[in-house]
Structures are given as structure tokens and as C-alpha cells.
């Protein structure tokens, strides 16, 4: 069965790498500036840059 549908066992390796990969870049490129929580706030789960609360 495996002979039958080897390309398909590779698509989905290929694919659940892909993710991983597109998943990981997306997280790196929205957090390259760290994020704090400003407790003073109205909503202090809204997150806000670092260096405004200096």
C-alpha cells in the first residue's frame, strides 16, 4: 500500500513542514518588538511596545 501511495505519505511530510516553517517565520517577523502588558491600562491584556511605558 505504501508503494501505492508513497506520494501522497511525501506530500504530507512536505506540507506539515511547510507549516511548521510558515508558522514559525509568521511568529519571528510579529514579535520582533517586545511586547508588554501595561497594568495601568483600561485593558491591560492589550498589549503595547516596551518603550512606551518609559
Given at each position: 500500500?505504501?508503494r501505492?501511495?508513497?506520494w501522497l505519505v511525501?506530500?504530507a511530510?512536505?506540507?506539515?513542514?511547510?507549516?511548521?516553517?510558515?508558522?514559525?517565520?509568521?511568529?519571528?517577523i510579529?514579535t520582533?518588538?517586545?511586547?508588554?502588558?501595561?497594568?495601568?491600562s483600561?485593558?491591560?491584556?492589550?498589549?503595547?511596545?516596551?518603550?512606551?511605558?518609559?
Amino acid at each position: 500500500m505504501i508503494r501505492k501511495y508513497w506520494w501522497l505519505v511525501v506530500f504530507a511530510i512536505t506540507v506539515f513542514l511547510f507549516d511548521a516553517v510558515l508558522m514559525h517565520w509568521i511568529e519571528l517577523i510579529s514579535t520582533e518588538t517586545d511586547k508588554c502588558r501595561n497594568m495601568n491600562s483600561v485593558n491591560p491584556l492589550k498589549l503595547i511596545n516596551c518603550t512606551d511605558l518609559d
